[in-house]
Every structure is written in structure tokens, then in C-alpha cells.
């Protein structure tokens, strides 16, 4: 199975593909960020989103997509930002068919870390663990990199009859 993991914001998309094959062992094929400048207009990096997942959505041909679910911002323009850009990413998966799976925040630190109140470092040390990482990954990618991994044990766990899928 090939998943494309997606933690999106308008300045520093992160994602990753990850690949789990028989025996269980995920990899990650690909991870970064997608940096858009300061000066670049918001609708300019929505583009830039949208096609730099269309591209690693060609080229590696995942079989779902999984987001980092919406957050609780204060700021109404931030949650306006932050759905704009969600929506370009979505928009790149489900151009393509591919499923959308999301998980909360404190639920992907639960997944990797187990505390669900884990800090980005600590994200990124256990993701790197996990997959036997020679570097440790950016914020960004390392959350995109956690969302993928708690996306294979939900679907581990509704194999098992336990659904913790989120569909969208």
C-alpha cells in the first residue's frame, strides 16, 4: 500500500510517501516541504500546492491521501489561510480518486509518540525511530511522516474490526 500524508498551511506544506509492503515494514519513499515565499500571494501558493501534490501524485501513484485534520486556530484569517490551502491539497487527491482519510492532531501524537500532547521535536525524534531515518526531518514533514504512520495502524486496527477510519 502507497499513501500520500499531508500536513498543509499556506508557507510550508509538509508531506510524505509512504509505502508499507508485505512483512509490515513502512518506508518513506519521499518526504519535504512545500515552501512558498513571503512574498508570494496567497493564490500563488495555492497553485504551488496544488501542483506540486498533482506531480508526487503522478509520479508515485499513492492508493489514498491522509490530512492532518482541521485544528482549533483563534484567528479567523489563520483558519481561512490554513482551509485554503487544506482545500488545494484535497483538491490535488481528489482530482486523482484518491480516498481521504483525516486524523486529529492530538490523535497523530497519540499514534507516534504515545501522549497526545507530544511537542513537534518529539514528533519528528519518533518518526525518524520509527522508520529508520538517517536525518531527522523538518516540523513539517515530520508531521506529515506521522500522519501517514497513524494511517497505517487505523487501518491495522480496522482490519482487526476496530474502526478508527475518518473518511472524508
Known amino acids: 500500500m502507497r499513501l500520500l500524508a499531508i500536513d498543509p498551511s499556506l508557507r510550508c506544506t509538509g508531506f510524505a510517501v509512504l509505502e508499507r509492503r508485505e512483512g509490515n515494514k513502512i518506508r518513506a519513499l519521499e518526504y519535504g516541504t512545500i515552501p512558498n515565499a513571503a512574498k508570494l500571494l496567497p ?3 495555492l497553485v504551488a500546492i496544488h501542483d506540486r501534490l498533482a506531480e508526487l501524485i503522478h509520479r508515485h501513484e499513492p492508493e489514498a491521501a491522509a490530512f492532518e485534520a482541521i485544528i482549533y486556530v483563534q484567528s ?5 489561510t490554513l482551509g485554503a490551502a487544506r482545500g488545494a491539497a484535497l483538491l490535488a487527491a481528489a482530482a486523482r480518486g484518491l480516498p481521504v482519510f483525516e486524523y486529529a492532531p492530538r490523535d497523530v501524537k497519540q499514534a507516534v509518540v ?3 500532547g507530544a511537542d513537534k521535536a518529539q514528533v519528528a525524534f519518533m518518526v525518524r525511530a520509527l522508520l529508520g531515518l538517517t536525518e531527522t526531518p523538518s516540523s513539517d514533514a515530520a508531521d506529515a511522516l506521522a500522519i501517514g504512520l497513524t494511517h497505517f495502524r487505523a487501518h491495522d486496527a480496522q482490519t482487526r474490526g476496530i474502526s478508527t477510519l475518518r473518511r472524508i
Open 114 to 116: 504515545g501522549r497526545g
Open 43 to 45: 493564490s500563488s501558493c
Open 76 to 80: 479567523h484569517r489563520t483558519a481561512i
